[in-house]
């Protein structure tokens, strides 16, 4: 039988409820998310486009412990390097995402060094985990459709304060409105 949005969610309550770690918690949240991506039905079609002109980015379920949002990159859209203050866990429904990873090193004031650990094509179906300690990435649709992915996070980025990296390390406040969220 396939897997419901209704049941990832119960999962996730499931698992949050007992577990606050969250390399834990991550863990086993990934192959939950793995299977939930394999069956783009599972997202009412609505929550797969974007609407016009604008990223897509939907909230599908806010609890305490966790939220599950459906992202819509367009052509060309990017997030440049920025942390999240939280666990996630990302999964591709369709088409593909370059996501690149960074360690960060301060140096002092509001310069940083920005490390590039790897760069990952994501392709249908894969997922990408974001832990204390790597939780820092760049975002880029390089293709010419649109790509939709899950995104789980342990808290809701809307309005929580992060930090986001220029190529020079030059770091900002990030503080994502509602439809920037990532
Ligand atoms: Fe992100």
Not at 53 to 69: D, E, I, K, S, W
Not at 79 to 85: F, I, L, R, V
Not at 97 to 125: D, F, N, S
């Given at each position: 039988m396939a897997y419901t949005l209704a049941q990832?969610?119960?999962?996730?309550?499931?698992?949050?409820?007992?577990?606050?770690d969250a390399t834990v918690i991550?863990?086993?949240?990934?192959?939950?998310?793995?299977e939930l991506v394999k069956q783009p039905d599972a997202i009412p079609a609505e929550y797969r486009r974007s609407p016009?002109?604008?990223r897509g980015r939907y909230m599908l379920h806010r609890a305490?412990?966790?939220n599950v949002?459906?992202?819509?990159?367009?052509?060309?859209?990017?997030?440049g390097a920025h942390n999240h203050e939280t666990w996630g866990v990302i999964g591709v429904i369709d088409n593909e995402i370059e996501e690149t990873r960074y360690r960060i090193t301060q140096m002092g004031?509001?310069?940083?060094?920005?490390?590039?650990?790897?760069?990952?094509?994501?392709?249908?179906?894969?997922i990408s985990r974001l832990t204390?300690?790597?939780?820092?990435?760049?975002?880029?649709?390089?293709?010419?459709?649109?790509?939709?992915?899950i995104h789980v996070y342990g808290r809701d980025l809307a309005g929580l304060k992060?930090?986001?990296?220029?190529?020079?390390?030059?770091?900002?406040?990030l503080v994502s409105p509602k439809y920037l969220n990532c």
């Amino acid at each position: 039988m396939a897997y419901t949005l209704a049941q990832f969610v119960a999962d996730l309550d499931r698992i949050t409820r007992a577990e606050s770690d969250a390399t834990v918690i991550t863990e086993r949240v990934v192959p939950l998310l793995a299977e939930l991506v394999k069956q783009p039905d599972a997202i009412p079609a609505e929550y797969r486009r974007s609407p016009d002109g604008q990223r897509g980015r939907y909230m599908l379920h806010r609890a305490p412990q966790f939220n599950v949002t459906a992202v819509i990159w367009r052509p060309g859209d990017r997030a440049g390097a920025h942390n999240h203050e939280t666990w996630g866990v990302i999964g591709v429904i369709d088409n593909e995402i370059e996501e690149t990873r960074y360690r960060i090193t301060q140096m002092g004031g509001e310069r940083a060094q920005l490390e590039k650990l790897g760069v990952t094509r994501h392709g249908p179906g894969a997922i990408s985990r974001l832990t204390p300690g790597d939780e820092i990435h760049a975002m880029h649709n390089p293709t010419q459709r649109d790509t939709v992915e899950i995104h789980v996070y342990g808290r809701d980025l809307a309005g929580l304060k992060r930090r986001t990296w220029s190529d020079d390390g030059t770091e900002k406040p990030l503080v994502s409105p509602k439809y920037l969220n990532c």
